[in-house]
């Protein structure tokens, strides 16, 4: 587990529409986009998950968001492929973030999974194919963790 360390100023919640997407020709297929990569972000905070599901979309992938643990994984169990799960340790329920990603991995055996928390208390576990990055974070920080996980 590779942890990256906090370095954000604030959050970027302006979006701006794309140019050209007339011309894009792209197609669905099992309920995501054929050419796209897709992540499952889990985050209890409304504006960080909007947020982050922005950034995500601009980055070119496809965004399933939940706020809580159960709703991801109901997601989980009726997804196509999913590439990436990027889950907040911290969730109200009765799971929380290393829960879903080890039930998430019984569906998916070799999912990659960015863990975030703001907790600087919060002891990792061992989870291969997994990052901890520590809240408040860059989506720099974030992109550049699913680089290390092979999700690009």
Same mark, same amino acid.
């Given at each position: 587990?590779?942890?990256?360390?906090?370095?954000? %100023?604030?959050?970027?919640?302006?979006?701006?529409?794309?140019?050209?997407?007339?011309?894009?020709? %792209?197609?669905?297929?099992?309920?995501?986009?054929?050419? %796209?990569?897709? &992540?499952? &972000?889990? !985050?209890?905070?409304?504006?960080?998950?909007?947020?982050?599901?922005?950034?995500?979309?601009?980055?070119?992938? =496809?965004?399933?968001?939940?706020?809580? =643990?159960? !709703?991801?994984?109901?997601?989980?169990?009726?997804?196509?492929?999913?590439?990436?799960?990027?889950?907040?340790?911290?969730?109200?329920?009765?799971?929380?973030?290393?829960?879903?990603?080890?039930?998430?991995? &019984?569906?998916?055996?070799?999912?990659? &999974?960015? $863990?975030?928390?703001? $907790?600087?208390?919060?002891?990792?576990?061992?989870?291969?194919?997994?990052?901890?990055?520590?809240?408040? $974070?860059?989506?720099? =920080?974030?992109?550049?963790?699913?680089?290390?996980?092979?999700? !690009?």
């Amino acid at each position: 587990m590779m942890r990256v360390g906090p370095h954000s %100023k604030g959050m970027r919640l302006l979006r701006l529409p794309d140019a050209g997407l007339s011309n894009n020709k %792209k197609t669905w297929e099992g309920g995501r986009m054929a050419d %796209k990569r897709t &992540v499952l &972000v889990v !985050e209890d905070e409304e504006m960080l998950l909007s947020a982050v599901t922005m950034e995500f979309e601009d980055a070119g992938f =496809a965004v399933l968001s939940a706020g809580t =643990a159960e !709703e991801a994984y109901g997601l989980l169990q009726g997804a196509g492929r999913v590439d990436l799960l990027f889950t907040d340790i911290r969730l109200p329920g009765q799971l929380d973030g290393w829960d879903l990603a080890e039930r998430a991995r &019984v569906l998916h055996p070799a999912l990659p &999974v960015i $863990y975030v928390t703001g $907790y600087s208390a919060e002891q990792p576990r061992q989870v291969s194919e997994s990052v901890l990055v520590m809240k408040p $974070y860059r989506m720099t =920080a974030i992109m550049s963790a699913a680089q290390q996980l092979g999700v !690009e």
